[in-house]
C-alpha cells in the first residue's frame, strides 16, 4: 500500500494522508480529473463508488455515490473551490441525502490535495481534510474516515501502474 501515514491533529482540526507513488504527478492528477478512473478507487473497495456529476473546475462540483456490499447507498458531494493541475485542488466534501442535497446535521470537510514530485518518477500526495470541530473530528474518524481514506488510496497503485507515463 502507498499509504505512508494519517497524522491526526485535533489542536487544527486537522487530519492528513499521505501517499508516495511510482508514478509522475500527472498520472496521480488524473485520478481525481478523470471521474471514470476516480470511480476505481474512491470509497473503500467494499464500498465502489459511482460519479454522477464531475465538473472540477473552480465553482463545480462532484456527486457520487458509494453502494455497500448489501446495496446500501451513500451519497456524497464536493463543491470545489481551486484547481491547480496537476498540483493541487481544494473543495468541501459532504453528505447527501437520496436526492443529492447536502444533509445539514452531518459534518462538511474543508479538504486540500497536494501532489508533488519526490525525485525521479515518484510523487507523493497529501490530502489535509480540516474539520469544522474537534467534534466534527471525532465524529467522522467514529465512521470510519481514518479507515475508509487509506483502504481507497491504497486502491491508486493498481489504476497508476495501468496508466501510459505522461
Given at each position: 500500500m502507498s499509504v505512508t501515514s494519517v497524522v491526526k491533529h485535533p489542536e487544527t482540526r486537522t487530519?492528513?494522508?499521505t501517499a508516495e507513488f511510482s508514478a509522475t504527478p500527472e498520472q496521480v492528477w488524473q485520478l481525481w480529473a478523470d471521474p471514470r478512473l476516480l470511480e476505481r478507487w474512491w470509497g473503500p473497495p467494499t464500498y465502489p463508488a459511482t460519479v454522477d456529476d464531475h465538473d472540477l473546475t473552480?465553482?463545480?462540483s462532484v456527486t457520487y455515490v458509494m453502494t455497500g456490499p448489501e446495496g446500501d447507498r451513500h451519497r456524497g458531494w464536493w463543491?470545489?473551490?481551486a484547481v491547480d493541475p496537476p498540483r493541487g485542488l481544494e473543495l468541501d466534501d459532504g453528505f447527501a441525502d437520496d436526492?443529492?442535497?447536502?444533509?445539514?446535521?452531518?459534518?462538511?470537510?474543508r479538504m486540500r490535495l497536494r501532489v508533488e514530485p519526490v525525485g525521479q518518477?515518484?510523487?507523493r500526495m497529501s490530502v489535509t481534510s480540516?474539520?469544522?470541530?474537534?467534534?466534527a473530528m471525532e465524529q467522522l474518524v467514529a465512521m470510519g474516515m481514518e479507515e475508509g481514506m487509506s483502504l481507497a488510496v491504497g486502491q491508486m497503485d493498481d489504476i497508476l501502474a495501468s496508466l501510459p507515463v505522461t
Open positions: 487530519m492528513t494522508l473552480p465553482g463545480g463543491h470545489v473551490l436526492a443529492g442535497r447536502p444533509v445539514p446535521d452531518m459534518p462538511v470537510t518518477g515518484s510523487t480540516t474539520f469544522a470541530s474537534v467534534e
